[in-house]
């Protein structure tokens, strides 16, 4: 077993980390209470390949491989989760869909915009009704005349506002559960989509999340994604992936959250001496670093497999779901080590807690995790 990353991964890891600390780190705070998304530098990113990072140089992205594309997820959500989630949806749900998916029509007319970054695109599979039970869609797709015509309403749609085409599932079958889904490509603009409001959030806030309404919106029957009723199986696959990335944005809070706990329990002295030296706080310490490395490991195993076309969706659900706990558990802690100062908006402890906690709701909830886990160890 090899540990070791090659060397364009590691080049690749310091861009993002370089960038991070550059341009996402001045105004974090700011951007997180005024929900201000880094528009710049999510363009600059683009420019740089990290919108596009498992994409061929062919269609303008970085041709590097699911283990880069962690890395880099990691790095900037280490500085900001939000550009972190802005990317991830982007590259592993967005990107890879239409690299995985799409028919020539659709790669030519969209990839090289989304993975340039002149693009942004979004996922949208959630309704009112149908969270974790995923197929339980109402939105409906009835063909006509060269078109397929839209009407429905979808929710929690993550770069809803800001992006330019969205992969909406949508049924074209009613009755048949599952089978009846189908994906399409939908560009912003087309007369009868709008977009709700901005979600107000706890956490993530640099990012837009909003509803879509879909009302007798006209979609070219080019727009589907594959054929009809092969949207869920699109969906599962796509998120297997997707889960790997959100994985790698808690791995990113997580080791945020132990850095400033590190540096602020040297500087911090109680009764005479640094905090560090109390061994409440060692203990605190030695176990946030111990279960980052165990979520990295994870998350790079599941990014791994994925890149040797191994299968890897029970592998990607353990490492959200453990990676997601330990941001929750890590940025707590931190909280807690930093004490009144942690629960003060200034020092920007209390967002790495704020941001967490989504890592254990979006992209299939830690309870739909398990279930992944357990159908897996169960058939076997
Ligand atoms: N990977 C690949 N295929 C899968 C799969 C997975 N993880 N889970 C299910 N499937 C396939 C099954 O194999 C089956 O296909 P076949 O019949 O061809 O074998 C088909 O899907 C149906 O499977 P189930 O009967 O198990 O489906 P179900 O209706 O019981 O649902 C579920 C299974 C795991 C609960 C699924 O609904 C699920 O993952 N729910 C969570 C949804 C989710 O993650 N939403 C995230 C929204 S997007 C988002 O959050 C983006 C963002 O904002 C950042």
Known sequence: MNFQLTE????????ARKFAEEHLAPGVIERDDKAKMPVDQIKQLGELGFMGIMVPEKWKGAGMDTVSYVLAIEEISRIDASAGVILSVNNSLVCQIFLDWANEHQLKSYLTKLASGK????????????????SNLRTFAEKSNGHYILNGTKNWVSNGIS?????????TT?????????????????????TGKKEEKLGIRGSDTCELYFENCKVPVENLIQEEGSGFH?????????RIGIGAQAVGIAQASLDRALEYSKERKQFGKPISSFGAIKSKLAQMATKIEASRLLV???????DNHQPYAKEAAMAKLFASQTAMETSRDCVQIFGGYG????????????????TQIYEGTSEIQELVIAKTILEK
């Open 174 to 194: 009613k009755g048949i559960g599952y089978k009846g889904v189908s994906a399409f490509c939908v560009e912003k603009g087309t007369p009868g989509l709008t």
């Open 300 to 306: 790079l195993r599941a990014a791994a497999l994925k």
């Open 343 to 358: 629960y003060m908006q200034e020092y920007g402890v209390e967002r790495l807690m704020r941001d967490a906690k989504i």
């Open 119 to 134: 693009w942004l695109g979004a996922f949208s599979l959630s309704e009112p009704q149908s969270g974790s039970d995923a």
């Open 8 to 15: 364009e991964q590691e080049l690749l890891r310091d861009v």
């Open 163 to 171: 992006s330019d085409l969205v992969i909406v599932f949508a049924l």
């Open 234 to 242: 699109i969906a599962m696959k796509t998120l297997d992936g997707g």
